[in-house]
């Protein structure tokens, strides 16, 4: 079978039983900041595991897109070398919310392996694990399904530590969790290793292709493991492994999902295709880079960025090991949307974006490569013994880029070795202090969470009564909060909007019964909306009776600004073209800001352009209209998802006109003409084929263009014209500005001529030491440009000779040195400027021959000077 019909027997086959088929959520996590990528097909169910979130199905079948290559989840060093590690992969789930459990997991599962109707393997090439402790499972496997004993493995806490265990699973050091049985697929005696448990586990004869999560526990920072509210199922299926399995290979790269790739990939580098493992980097690393940025990551030297950056830079180093010249790497994204695009939309539709930024990207590595060779050729100068030291592997590595491996194949050529371990002390120190300032690390369970649903109202109301369900104080639930007291409160009913898809939350009060709590943000939880807030007067209690009241004029504001995102990403696809695509966006009453997939700078013009279209749609007063409907109707509307946004089984179509149509659970104004006037104040670049523009609308609009017209006017009076129009203004600066020019280049002349009649009147001032003529001079007021000059122009008059020449200029010390050639075996203009400019407070040095520096101490000028003929004296 090939891999997409696996996929679609899998799908297919849960659906016949019950579950919902649920689309692959984005690779990164909405609204969980515990994780640095999305690792698993549970991630975006997690809080219905938690029993935090409600849907419309108990049971659900999906393919997710998986990335391991940063934070505890990382595969990325064994990707190419071993036959099953990869940076993406898709995993196959099925999961039961307080539906079903044991049984009928572990039934589903050798079904649809060994049943003749689906992937009819062999039962007796079958193994089975459970957690050792964990009899129900044993039971239901050798009682009920038939699994031999002999084909049956007890694992325990075989890591080290209570519940670590390759059956115990955990997304992460808290969170939900609990025991699970794993199918193991047995190769043949041909292949070497042991079955699962076995000193020879490591082989690669017996395969895990199958693993049943029996999600029971949620574990909190103290390790203590709290029973869930509905015992749940978490399954996964790795396709490319079950590939394997069914197509009779034991590598995954052997699979077709894999074949095509390597096919490109060695006619992009100009390579042979015959197994070599930098070839399969290559491969495995489009998948990852392409998905993550059709998911709107672009490279960058932090967090998510910074891992996809390094994925590239790992492609780019194993394609130039087998010989790749010039960009390569991004000429294989359209084997990559041949091969997965039918089953992953998002790989089509960004296509050109994918491969623009990984072209940029490329490029921008070459130069890196360029810039750390120099770096190493200096360091290499002044080394000292035979061995690269590890600080100097860990500086070209982390701060330029460079690979440690290439820098040990240029060592390798000149006889050298490097510090290795060296290098990964400095680098465990780097990931020691990454860990310590990551915020992907938080404690899943420290975040605010609570059982109850809010209704939002807000969409047709800014004000309304509501009900107290749940106070918070520093995380912790309370009572009450009394005056003073800074909280959360959760109400049934609220009609303040909840920071969502780039839109800020609701500002505004409680108020009832003599209390009163100012809201001054809003976020979500789950189905809980959150009013964060402090106490003005009053205490409030659970329970409490209250009038939520919304501020209606920064919910007003910021709905203006909502509503131009919309039309500017509709105008930017108009203008630009349809590879546009909204990269995050945030959304408040002062302005907004809108950061779209684009591969070069905006010119003026076409802002222009954009600005001229916005307002039109403005002035065409169109009625701004919602619909609820599920997301396939939806997408048959043409409405674009907006970037970030996370959406369940029913979504709010916005509609302005005939001129947009997004998926958003925001809030807007009624008719486009209420956003008033549309006005750009910036455009620019946030990361690789990625712009950000700022705008604002309405009140701040006018606001903005009236500044404009106060500075016109300013310069106007500045430049002494009466006449304030701009083409006239540009004009008369221009010509100022041409003035300055000439009077600059005027002024070096003269300065010029000063120096060199100053040269003549100084060489008579030299005196003589040892057959050396010395020479130190104030001259105050030139600057080092003149300084050097001077000196030049004195060595040649003077012939043999050592030159200190200083002044003051703008309240700093400027000090240039100079030794003629015939001296500087001998003496040094360096350091006869370290010790002149440290004697001035400052620093300095250069070449033998010439040196600048200089210093804040002015007093101290005429010291430093007189340090010329001792230097000299001592030198000789």
Not at 62 to 85: F, I, P
Not at 191 to 204: K, M, N, R, T
Not at 386 to 412: C, H, N, Q, S, W
Not at 815 to 843: C, R
Request: charged share 25%; net charge negative; with cysteine.
């Amino acid at each position: 079978m090939k891999s997409a019909e696996i996929r679609e027997a899998f799908l297919r086959f849960f659906e016949e039983q019950g579950h919902t088929r649920v689309a692959s959520s984005s690779l990164i996590p909405g609204n969980d900041p515990t994780l640095l990528f999305t690792n698993a097909g549970m991630n975006q169910f997690k809080d219905c595991f938690l029993g935090q979130e409600k849907r419309a199905y108990t049971r659900a079948v999906s393919s997710q897109k998986c990335v391991r290559a940063g934070g505890k989840h990382n595969d990325l060093e064994n990707v190419g070398y071993t036959a099953r590690h990869h940076t993406f992969f898709e995993m196959l789930g099925n999961f039961s919310f307080g539906d079903y459990f044991k049984r009928d997991a572990i039934n589903y599962a050798w079904q649809f392996l060994t049943s003749d109707k689906w992937l009819n393997l062999p039962k007796d090439k079958l193994w089975v694990t459970v957690y050792a402790s964990d009899d129900e499972a044993y039971d239901i496997w050798t009682q009920e399904v038939g699994v031999p004993a002999e084909r049956m493995v007890r694992i325990g806490d075989n890591k080290g530590a209570p519940y670590a265990s390759d059956n115990f699973w955990a997304m992460g050091d808290t969170g939900p969790c609990g025991p699970c049985t794993e199918i193991f697929y047995d190769h043949g005696a041909d292949i070497w290793g042991g079955p699962p448990g076995s000193p020879e586990e490591d082989g690669d004869r017996y395969i895990e292709i199958w693993n049943n999560v029996f999600m029971q526990f949620n574990r909190t920072a103290d390790g203590v493991l709290h029973p869930l509210p509905a015992p749940s199922v978490d399954t996964g299926m790795g396709l490319e492994r079950i590939s394997a399995v069914l197509q009779h290979v034991h590598s995954n790269y052997q699979i077709d999902l894999f074949q095509n790739l390597l096919v490109a990939g060695a006619k992009a580098i100009g390579c042979s295709n015959d197994e070599q493992p930098s070839l399969k980097v290559v491969a495995d690393h489009i998948r990852s880079c392409g998905f993550l940025i059709a998911d709107g990551v672009t490279p960058s030297n932090e967090g998510r960025g910074y891992v996809l950056r390094r994925i590239i830079r790992r492609a780019c180093r194993h394609g130039n090991k087998l010989g790749a010249k010039g960009s390569f790497f991004y000429q294989i994204v359209a084997a990559l949307v041949a091969e997965m695009g039918e089953a992953f939309p998002e790989l089509k539709q960004q296509q050109a974006h994918i491969e623009r930024v990984l072209k940029t990207e490329e490029e921008q590595f070459a130069k890196t490569l360029e810039q750390g060779l120099k770096i190493l050729e200096l360091d290499l100068v002044g080394l000292k013994g035979k061995m690269i030291p590890g600080e100097t592997l860990f500086k070209l590595y982390d701060t330029y880029g460079f690979p440690v491996d290439l820098t040990g194949d240029i060592a390798r050529e000149r006889g050298l070795s490097i510090d290795e371990a060296g290098f990964e002390r400095a680098m465990e120190g780097q990931r020691v202090r990454a860990r310590s300032a990551s915020s992907f690390g938080m404690d899943y369970n420290s975040l605010v969470k609570v059982d109850a649903q809010t209704h939002f109202t807000g969409y047709v109301c800014i004000a309304g009564e509501a009900k107290v369900v749940a106070l918070f104080k520093d995380g912790q639930v309370v009572e009450q909060l009394g005056e003073g007291e800074e909280g959360v409160v959760v109400l049934d009913h609220t009609p303040f909007y909840a920071e969502s898809g780039g839109q800020i939350g609701d500002c505004g009060f409680l108020a009832g019964n003599g209390v009163r709590f100012d809201v001054s943000d809003t976020t979500k939880a789950g189905g809980a909306f959150l009013h964060h807030g402090i106490i003005d007067r009053g205490t409030l209690r659970l329970g409490a009776a209250v009038t939520a009241q919304v501020d209606a004029s920064v919910r007003q504001a910021t709905a203006l600004n909502h509503s131009a995102t919309h039309l500017l990403h509709a105008a930017l696809r108009q203008v630009l073209g349809e590879h546009v695509q909204q990269k995050g966006s945030l959304v408040h009453s002062m302005g907004l800001r809108f950061d779209f997939s684009h591969f070069e700078a905006i010119k003026p013009v076409q802002l222009k352009i954009l600005e001229d279209i916005v307002n039109a749609e403005i002035r065409k007063n169109s009625a701004v209209e919602t619909e609820e409907t599920d997301i396939e109707t939806a997408k048959s509307k043409g409405a674009m998802a907006l970037f970030g946004e996370k959406y369940g089984d029913s979504v709010r179509v916005l509609s302005m006109g005939d001129f947009s149509v997004e998926l958003c659970g925001g809030t807007h104004v009624s008719r486009t003409g209420d956003i008033g006037l549309f006005k750009i104040i910036s455009e620019n670049g946030v990361a690789a084929g990625v712009r950000r523009i700022e705008a604002v609308t309405g009140a701040e609009a006018l606001r903005y263009v009236s500044e404009l017209e106060e500075s016109r006017d300013t310069l106007a009076r500045i430049v002494g014209s009466k006449n304030r129009d701009q083409a006239t203004l540009h004009k008369i600066v221009e010509g100022l500005i041409a003035e300055s020019r000439d009077l600059k280049k005027e002024l070096e002349r003269f300065k010029a001529k000063a120096a060199s009649a100053a040269g003549d009147d100084l060489s008579g001032s030299a005196v003589e030491v040892k057959g050396v003529k010395v020479l130190a001079a104030r001259l105050d007021g030139l600057d080092g440009k003149a300084l050097l000059a001077l000196v030049d122009q004195l060595k040649n008059k003077l012939g043999r000779a050592v030159i200190l020449l200083g002044g003051v200029l703008d309240d700093k010390v400027v000090l240039v040195a100079g030794v003629t050639q015939d001296l500087t075996a001998q003496l040094k203009a360096g350091e006869l400027m370290k010790q002149a400019a440290a004697a001035v407070g400052g620093k300095g040095g250069g070449r033998p021959d010439m040196a600048q520096g200089g210093g804040v101490d002015t007093a101290a000028l005429d010291v430093a000077l007189a340090l010329t003929v001792p230097f000299v004296e001592q030198g000789l």
